[in-house]
């Protein structure tokens, strides 16, 4: 298409990365980081186990800990304070953070890790598609508890209100989460406490369930922990219950938790891709506007120009910040090694202290960036930042065709006309679904030419009308912004892969 833009920046051919940088990005030596959702059913033990983390890997102080067990304790609470770093609120205004990227990070010996909150209960499943879209990996927390796990991991339909485990899993899948740790979590409280029986049968129950959903089982791990008293989470967290360690040692040899985050497979960036940055976050002052986000493909530099997309307005980025396990001692995100200089013991190169690298920031990197020559009114969450160049930049569209997996528990089947709510990464508008091309069930080899509906499990072809024009690509184009999720009453009915735009 022949669009015209005031801009000069459309006379200059759009950046690109020196050939030797993206030799250097694309060599398999370098650490690289990933990008965590944490997720499961509420109360499974998601916000301890991610203290226990930040304690265990030394981003956190024990003097902190000692501070929130004794704050937790005269409010009657001590089970919370693990919890209690993980509460923005609390920790931010306790440690006087300043610039932190809305996230938190953590590092092992092998990767750095940017982790994403998924809430779990079932009203915030929005926010945990936000969450979880663009993950590398997911961390799934299950109670291993009697009743708990039974809970969380129920179906739901006929008025019964499902467990969010399921859900979890399956959007997952959806926004393209390709491996997962299951920690089967408050063994210590199961009883009989460190049973492998329990243990193999929720094994059993999740693993199933994640093979039906077309997740691979060589990237799947489960690990049996407890966040609160921290027994497999690092090989020396037996302290705190030493009684624990030796019950479970004496069935089970496989890795800590620890041990199975270093497992996971480093993440494939697109480097050389068009730059693709989606807004999570904005905020001015005066006339400086800041705008934090996740670069989902290519790389980002002080200096060049960018476009904001859907508006089209264009701006300078004069500062880009990186987000990472920083080295401040007592900062919550603070990296301090256990024994002198941890990152001395890793042969390999990490990404963030690269001084060639530093200039850019890249895909997989969230960042925090100052913007000069924009409103901040014309900018929100879901902005996609591009670089200028019409060449380069995605389309705006409102109607395409898509493949679509129905979800197994479906209370209404979907019909030609169908109004659902269109959900990508921190967006969701109205949609209809206004024409159902092909379906088949799971494991027919044909399918079916205009089927009149689509009932629970199907994967079908349709073409979907949005209510209004959204940056998107194809999904072959741009992976962040070509999956999608449909929901419909409050349930989650679809997920899906933008195959074609269909124009107006
Ligand atoms: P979230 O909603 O998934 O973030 O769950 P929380 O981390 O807030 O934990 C919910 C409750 O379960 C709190 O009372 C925790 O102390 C408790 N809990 C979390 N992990 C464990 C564990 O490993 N063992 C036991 N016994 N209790 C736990």
Redesign the pocket.
């Known amino acids: 298409s022949t669009e015209t833009t005031k801009s000069n920046n459309n006379n200059t051919p759009p950046p690109q990365l020196p050939a030797h940088i993206l030799t250097k990005l694309q060599s398999t030596s370098l650490r690289t980081h990933l990008s965590l959702v944490i997720l499961?059913?509420?109360?499974?033990?998601?916000?301890?186990?991610?203290?226990?983390l930040l304690l265990s890997l030394n981003h956190v102080s024990n003097r902190l800990l000692q501070k929130y067990q004794k704050d937790s304790a005269t409010i009657g609470?001590s089970?919370?304070a693990?919890?209690w770093f993980?509460d923005e609120d609390e920790s931010e205004r306790e440690r006087g953070v300043t610039v932190d990227i809305g996230t938190k990070f953590i590092k092992t010996d092998k990767f750095d890790f940017t982790l994403l909150d998924a809430p779990?209960h079932r009203d915030f499943v929005p926010n945990m598609i936000s969450g979880a879209a663009g993950a590398d990996c997911g961390l799934l927390?299950v109670?291993a508890?009697t009743g708990e796990f039974e809970a969380g991991f129920a179906t739901g339909g006929n008025g019964v209100v499902g467990g969010q485990t399921r859900e979890h899993i399956i959007l997952s899948r959806g926004l393209g989460v390709s491996q997962f740790i299951v920690a089967v979590?408050?063994?210590?409280?199961a009883e009989p406490a460190w049973e492998e029986g329990r243990y193999e049968y929720i094994k059993s129950r999740v693993l199933a369930f994640l093979l039906e959903n077309g997740f691979k089982e060589k990237r799947i791990r489960f690990v049996p922990?407890?966040?609160?008293?921290g027994?497999n989470v690092v090989s020396n967290g037996k302290k705190e219950d030493e009684e624990g360690w030796k019950m479970l040692q004496q069935w089970y040899k496989g890795p800590t938790l620890i041990e199975a985050l270093n497992s996971f497979m480093p993440a494939k960036r697109e480097f050389e891709k068009p730059l693709r940055c989606i807004v999570t976050d904005v905020s001015s002052e005066g006339k400086a506007v800041t705008v934090r986000g996740r670069i989902v493909q290519g790389f980002m530099r002080s200096g060049d120009g960018v476009a904001l997309l859907p508006v089209g307005d264009e701006a300078n980025v004069s500062r880009v910040e990186k987000g990472k396990a920083t080295k401040e001692s007592d900062s919550p995100y603070a990296y301090v090694s256990n024994n002198g200089n941890q990152s001395n013991n890793n042969p390999e190169t990490d990404l963030n202290d690269d001084p060639e690298l530093q200039n850019f920031a890249l895909a997989g990197d969230t960042v925090e960036c100052a913007l000069t020559g924009i409103d901040a009114a014309r900018v929100s969450p879901g902005c996609v930042i591009c670089h200028p160049q019409v060449s380069v930049r995605p389309r705006i569209e409102r109607k395409f065709e898509a493949r679509v997996m129905v979800m197994e528990q479906l209370a209404v089947p979907i019909i030609r006309g169908s109004q659902v709510l269109f959900h990508m990464h921190s967006i969701d508008v109205p949609a209809v679904l206004n024409k159902l091309m092909t379906a088949k069930k799971r494991g027919e080899a044909t399918p079916r030419n205009n089927p009149r509906v689509l009932s629970g499990g199907v994967e079908a072809t349709v073409e979907i009308t949005l209510s209004e024009r959204l940056v998107l690509e194809e999904y072959s184009e741009c992976k962040s912004l070509g999956r999608f999720v449909l929901r419909r009453g409050g349930d989650t009915i679809a997920i899906g892969l933008i195959e074609k735009m269909l124009g107006k």
């Open positions: 499961g059913h509420v109360d499974a033990g998601k916000s301890t186990l991610t203290g226990r609470k089970s919370f693990l919890a993980t779990g927390v109670a508890t979590n408050k063994l210590d409280a922990v407890s966040g609160l008293t027994v």
